[in-house]
């Protein structure tokens, strides 16, 4: 149970560091935020893009879910081509939520949301502050770069996948990179798209490109591809790019997502590519899980409820992603006509809608509360 009067301090002021930041507020809780950066993402980088039914429930009772979708843009379905012919277009339909869609928002906007909110209820982010160390893991101590030494009830690292708190308490980090190129490009058009669909661009060789709508004139491409610039073959009516980058991923995970009362949460636990937009909602689910264990004292459970899911979304990824790099025959072959004929059956369908939501995953038994 967290000690009356006692701060919980929250390393990292990304999505996953502030929507843990709300969560223990609404909740009660005293924090503090601090983060090495100076400021939040920048306007003109979308990052994480795809926000989920389930963050959006674990996000609902503080109001900032209402925020969001009065912001953010909805993702209905999606239209596959291949080698630049239409293969098929599947809708989201029949998912046992109240959002049954991907919500579009640019974490530049999400996480300015979550600030706004924190303001509003007094808990400021401290930029350009990190955490250099920390003491005992049972009664924690945290070295702040600033130089002050801060008895914390408990300690969150959500300070991204090169922790500074992981490697302070000296929890493992296990996994494997993978081969290849990621490459994202932010663009604008000059003409109005459809904003609510997705485009799946498929290569018959392996690989392809993806279009996410953030808006009538805004969209993210990613592909497995070594120059951003190739993502924008083809593609029709571009009045400009506002921003890209290319990475490697990584599918590893800490050996362990608590040591005493120090915890882990979001990519200082677990990376994994991007295919299936995972990542960010993976990390505030843990935030939301922690924030309500130590409110309720049950906090020891954390390890037990989230490592099983940590793990199957990382088998996933890892299955998709080999999947659009190096397609098998099989799947070629099936794609144009089984998989639209399938998803016609409505519990097909709705099974791979909720699948696509990542409601197939076990639901967090706290939400609403």
């Not at 519990?347 to 990542?358: D, F, G, H, N, Q």
Request: net charge positive.
């Amino acid at each position: 149970m967290v000690a009356e009067g006692k701060t919980i301090l929250i390393a990292g002021a990304g999505p996953v560091g502030l929507a843990a930041a709300v969560e223990l507020t609404r909740r009660g809780l005293k924090v503090r935020i601090v983060d090495a950066e100076a400021g939040p993402t920048p306007d003109n980088q979308s990052r994480a893009l795809a926000v989920l039914p389930t963050t959006l429930a674990i996000l609902k009772p503080s109001g900032v879910a209402d925020r969001m979708l009065a912001e953010g843009g909805r993702i209905l379905g999606a239209d596959f081509s291949r080698d630049g012919k239409p293969l098929f277009s599947f809708r989201i339909k029949g998912a046992r939520t109240p959002t049954p869609f991907i919500l579009s928002l640019p974490q530049a906007r999400t996480e300015r949301i979550l600030i706004g909110w924190l303001e509003e209820h007094g808990v400021a982010v401290e930029w350009n502050v990190s955490v250099t160390e920390i003491g005992e893991t049972h009664r924690p101590t945290a070295t702040l770069s600033t130089g002050e030494c801060l008895a914390a009830d408990a300690v969150l690292g959500c300070d991204g996948a090169h922790s500074r708190v992981r490697e302070a308490v000296g929890i493992p980090w296990k996994g494997e990179g993978y081969p290849g190129t990621f490459s994202l490009a932010d663009v604008r058009f000059s003409v109005p798209i459809d904003a609510h669909h997705a485009k799946i661009s498929l290569r018959s060789g392996g690989g392809g490109t993806a279009l996410l709508p953030f808006g009538a004139h805004e969209a993210r491409l990613i592909g497995l591809v070594d120059d951003p610039r190739t993502l924008l073959d083809g593609l029709q009516n571009v009045s400009g790019i506002v921003w890209t980058s290319k990475f490697h991923v990584a599918f590893r995970r800490a050996e362990r997502m608590a040591k005493g009362r120090v915890y882990l949460a979001g990519d200082a636990a677990h990376v994994h590519s991007p295919v299936g937009g995972r990542g960010m909602n993976l990390g505030i689910w843990d935030a939301g899980t922690i924030a309500f264990l130590l409110s309720k004292g049950r906090e020891s459970e954390y390890e037990t409820r989230r490592l099983p899911v940590v793990d199957a979304v990382l088998k996933a990824t890892r299955r998709m992603t080999d999947l659009v790099a190096h397609p098998p025959a099989l799947v070629k072959y099936l794609m144009p006509l089984g998989f639209p004929l399938a998803t016609r059956i409505p519990p097909i369908r709705r099974r791979v809608s909720e699948r696509l939501l990542a409601l197939d995953l076990p639901q967090p038994e706290w939400l609403e509360s």
